[in-house]
C-alpha cells in the first residue's frame, strides 16, 4: 500500500488511472471504515483512502485536539484490506494560506448537527470538495451514520456537477446495536454499556411509525424523555423526510429518524431509516 502526502505526487500517481474510487476519514481507523473500503473496491480497482483531520469542522468546543490520531495502525488495517493509497495530507497541503473560499451549504446545514455544531457542515462542504479535486475520484463512499453529512455531500455534488458518484454504506454496528465511531474510546465502562439504547429508542421509533402512527412529535417527546431518565442529555431526537431532512409532508413515506445526545462527556449519533405506511 502506498501512502501519499502531496498533491502533486497524488496527482502524478493516478494520472492515467481509468477508475478511482474514494474514501475520506479523519483517521482512527476502525470497522466501519473497512466496510467503506470493501465496498469502494467493489466500484473501482483503485482505491484511495483520504486520512485527514479537518480544522474546518470543528467548533470551539469540539475536540479537535485530542481527536484520536493512530496513522500506524490505520495503515495497517487498510493495507490488510487491499486499500490501494492513503493520501495523508497535512495542514500545509490542503490549507497553505487562510482557507477564505469555502462552500456554503444550504440552510438545512445548520438544523440538527448543525444547530448545535455551527459551521460544521460548511467545514465538511469545503475539504470534500477540496478532497475531490485532489482525488478526482469516480466514486466516494460515505457511511450512513453520519446522515446529515451524506445527503449534504450528495447535494453539493448534484448542484455543482461534480463527476462523482457519491456511494452510502450501511451504519456497521457492535453485536448490541451500538454504531461504531471513533469516539466511543471515550465512554467509561458503564457508559458503553448504556450507549446501545440510543440505538433501541430509535428502533421503537421506527417501530411505531412504520405501525401506521403519525404524532411525531408525540413519539419524539417520549424518546426523549426515555433518554433522559436514563441520564443522557438529548439534543434530539426527531422524524425528518429521508430526501430534505424537513419535517415530512403529509404523506411522506421515506423518512428517517436521527438521534443525537450526550452520554457522560462523550456526544453520540444514530439514525434509523423508516418506511411508513402507504
Partial sequence: MEVIETIDALRERLRGEPSVACVPTMGNIHEGHLSLVRIARQHAPL????????????????????????????????????NAIVFHPDETQMYPEAQVFTVEPPPVANKLEGRFRPGHFRG?????????????????VFGKKDYQQISIVRHMVEQLALPVKIIP????????GLALSSRNRYLSTAERAEAPRLQRV???????????ERLFEAIEFAADAELARHG?????????????LMQPAAHERELVVLGAAKLGNTRLIDNLEIMAPG
Fill in 202 to 212: 430509535l428502533q421503537r421509533v421506527k417501530d411505531q411509525v412504520e405501525a401506521g
Fill in 47 to 82: 482505491v484511495v483512502t483520504t486520512i485527514f483531520v479537518n480544522p474546518l469542522q470543528f467548533g470551539a468546543n469540539d475536540d479537535f485536539d485530542s481527536y484520536p490520531r493512530t496513522f500506524a495502525e490505520d495503515c495497517e488495517k487498510l493495507a490488510r484490506e487491499g
Fill in 169 to 176: 454504506a450501511e451504519t456497521v454496528r457492535s453485536e448490541d
Fill in 232 to 244: 443522557w442529555h438529548v439534543d434530539y431526537v426527531v422524524v425528518r423526510s429521508r430526501r430534505t
Fill in 124 to 140: 465538511v462542504a469545503t475539504v470534500v470538495l477540496k478532497l475531490f479535486n485532489m482525488v478526482q475520484p469516480h466514486y466516494a
